[in-house]
Nanobody, 124 residues
Framework: VQLQAFGGGLVQAGDSLRLSCTNS????????MAWFRQAPGKEREFVAA???????YYGDSVKGRSTISRDNAKNMVSLQMNSLKPEDTAVYYC???????????????????WGQGTQVTVSS
């Protein structure tokens, strides 16, 4: 599994942003995929996940403002974020795992593969 995240940038509060992550090292349909984020001085935080079967899960901080999706033909997972807030500022990482269980999804230590991260900065 080789994950590459992209799409971050500098936006203003209230704007939207779409992050994407490609998996160049395997067949994405077999993998559960997720997004986490980490702000300076803070722990890595669960943002959203989509399982191999299409089930979706969201962290409380982005629920209602974000949508995770996957395109298995392109080996890609995307995160559409709307109504961005300054507190959404962080490095966003995509993660993949083929065997993670449901209860472990929000735990960053349970995910086996990680991309390099993409910076999202939201100005007020």
């Amino acid at each position: 599994v080789q994950l590459q995240a992209f799409g971050g940038g500098l936006v203003q509060a209230g704007d939207s942003l779409r992050l994407s992550c490609t998996n160049s090292g395997g067949t994405s349909r077999r993998y559960n995929m997720a997004w986490f984020r980490q702000a300076p001085g803070k722990e890595r935080e669960f943002v959203a996940a989509i399982r191999y079967n299409g089930s979706k899960y969201y962290g409380d901080s982005v629920k209602g403002r974000s949508t995770i999706s996957r395109d298995n033909a392109k080996n890609m997972v995307s995160l559409q974020m709307n109504s961005l807030k300054p507190e959404d500022t962080a490095v966003y990482y995509c993660a993949a795992d083929s065997q993670i269980i449901l209860s472990s999804i929000p735990n960053s230590r349970s995910w086996g593969s990680w991309g390099q991260g993409t910076q999202v900065t939201v100005s007020s």
